[in-house]
């Protein structure tokens, strides 16, 4: 009896993965199942024995992946790295990282295993990410992603679903990049044309007579923009170097002048949206716009008013990109004019 006992107990401590063959057989049938809840309850209930089983390790992870855990799987896993793989991780890492060999690992090691699945954790937890996620917690999620497939590629047969992973990463990484903004500035020269009002004003009784002012002319000028992928917001503003003619609206008073000098400043701070189509954009601006002119009265019975003026308005604009040279059309109202502002421009940016 006594002999039958040893041979018993020998056989448990040669094969001590017998002992836990139960447990981890119902944890696969019920992963077989997609029952990812009750596998991990079999590791829970059984966990003094299981979690210095390799298997049983590699089992609670899959259901812990299967249950959305991820965190958890990877801790699972980041500890195997430390417990039961420690000196061949490190061995691995100076290889890879020192001495620029590939690594080696022992016959039968799972290592490999283990960073191939990592690389799958990370990525999917980094590829889960979204603009409002921390750019920390997104830089963070990369590095890892590409330190555990760089070394997943060395040591794995699997290099063709690694390389996409990777690339998929790479373009997660770039699409963020673009969210970035970047900032640059710009010159243009523009046409510009509108309508407003200049007032006559009689000496003797201080009476207003409207003229209509009609000015066009070039509108060179410096800008700074701010843009992403979607957005571009930007200020920038002109100097106006134009000609105007005047003529009198009110049929009592007949008056008119031809190419006087006009000058002033035109601009403000706008957005435009980069959605609409492929190198055209849409947006607004909100201008203000400064202007004085030489304005003569038709005799010594009037002054002129409003030779200079200041005022604020708002536009829609669209703009076509090119490489370095923009088109942008902007058509605007500025109160108190007459007419809505039109500006045609050329732009070329830095």
């Given at each position: 009896m006594v002999l039958i006992q040893s041979l018993i107990l020998f056989t448990f401590l040669l094969f001590p993965s017998l002992t836990w063959a139960g447990p981890i057989q119902e944890m696969e049938t019920f992963l077989l199942k997609a029952q990812y809840e009750a596998a991990l309850d079999v590791y829970e209930e059984n966990e003094d024995g299981l979690k210095k089983n390799e298997r049983a390790r590699f089992l609670q992870v899959s259901a812990l992946e299967g249950?959305?855990?991820?965190?958890?799987?990877?801790?699972?896993?980041?500890?195997?790295?430390?417990?039961?793989?420690?000196?061949?991780?490190?061995?691995?890492?100076?290889?890879?990282?020192?001495?620029?060999?590939?690594?080696?690992?022992?016959?039968?090691?799972?290592?490999?295993?283990?960073?191939?699945?990592?690389?799958?954790?990370y990525s999917k937890k980094y590829l889960e990410t979204h603009e409002a996620t921390e750019q920390k917690e997104r830089d963070k999620l990369r590095r890892k992603s590409f330190a555990y497939l760089k070394v997943a590629k060395a040591l794995s047969e699997d290099s063709e679903a690694l390389e996409t992973l990777r690339d998929r990463i790479t373009e997660r990484k770039d699409y963020y990049h673009s969210l970035q903004y970047e900032g640059s500035f710009y010159v243009f020269l523009s046409y510009i044309s509108w309508q407003d009002h200049v007032n006559l004003v009689q000496t003797s009784n201080n009476n207003k007579v409207r003229l209509l002012n009609t000015s066009s002319g070039s509108c060179s000028g410096l800008g700074r923009k701010w843009e992403n992928v979607s957005f571009e917001f930007f200020f920038d503003a002109c100097y106006i170097m134009g000609k105007s003619t005047v003529s009198s609206i009110v049929p009592?008073?007949?008056?008119?002048?031809?190419?006087?000098?006009?000058?002033?400043?035109?601009?403000?701070?706008?957005?435009?949206?980069?959605?609409?189509?492929?190198?055209?954009?849409?947006?607004?601006?909100?201008?203000?716009?400064?202007r004085s002119g030489d304005w003569d009265p038709p005799n010594s019975a009037y002054t002129v008013d409003e030779n200079s003026s200041i005022r604020a308005g708002i536009s829609i604009q669209t703009k076509w990109r090119m490489k370095y040279v923009s088109l942008a059309a902007k058509l605007g109202k500025v109160f108190g004019n007459k007419s809505s502002v039109f500006n045609l421009a050329t732009i070329y940016e830095f």
């Amino acid at each position: 009896m006594v002999l039958i006992q040893s041979l018993i107990l020998f056989t448990f401590l040669l094969f001590p993965s017998l002992t836990w063959a139960g447990p981890i057989q119902e944890m696969e049938t019920f992963l077989l199942k997609a029952q990812y809840e009750a596998a991990l309850d079999v590791y829970e209930e059984n966990e003094d024995g299981l979690k210095k089983n390799e298997r049983a390790r590699f089992l609670q992870v899959s259901a812990l992946e299967g249950q959305g855990e991820i965190d958890e799987a990877i801790e699972v896993l980041e500890e195997l790295l430390k417990t039961k793989y420690g000196r061949q991780n490190r061995n691995v890492v100076q290889a890879l990282y020192q001495y620029g060999e590939k690594p080696i690992v022992p016959d039968g090691s799972q290592l490999s295993v283990v960073y191939y699945k990592l690389a799958q954790l990370y990525s999917k937890k980094y590829l889960e990410t979204h603009e409002a996620t921390e750019q920390k917690e997104r830089d963070k999620l990369r590095r890892k992603s590409f330190a555990y497939l760089k070394v997943a590629k060395a040591l794995s047969e699997d290099s063709e679903a690694l390389e996409t992973l990777r690339d998929r990463i790479t373009e997660r990484k770039d699409y963020y990049h673009s969210l970035q903004y970047e900032g640059s500035f710009y010159v243009f020269l523009s046409y510009i044309s509108w309508q407003d009002h200049v007032n006559l004003v009689q000496t003797s009784n201080n009476n207003k007579v409207r003229l209509l002012n009609t000015s066009s002319g070039s509108c060179s000028g410096l800008g700074r923009k701010w843009e992403n992928v979607s957005f571009e917001f930007f200020f920038d503003a002109c100097y106006i170097m134009g000609k105007s003619t005047v003529s009198s609206i009110v049929p009592s008073v007949t008056h008119k002048q031809n190419n006087v000098a006009v000058t002033g400043f035109y601009g403000g701070p706008g957005v435009y949206w980069k959605g609409l189509a492929d190198n055209v954009s849409a947006g607004f601006q909100i201008p203000i716009m400064k202007r004085s002119g030489d304005w003569d009265p038709p005799n010594s019975a009037y002054t002129v008013d409003e030779n200079s003026s200041i005022r604020a308005g708002i536009s829609i604009q669209t703009k076509w990109r090119m490489k370095y040279v923009s088109l942008a059309a902007k058509l605007g109202k500025v109160f108190g004019n007459k007419s809505s502002v039109f500006n045609l421009a050329t732009i070329y940016e830095f």
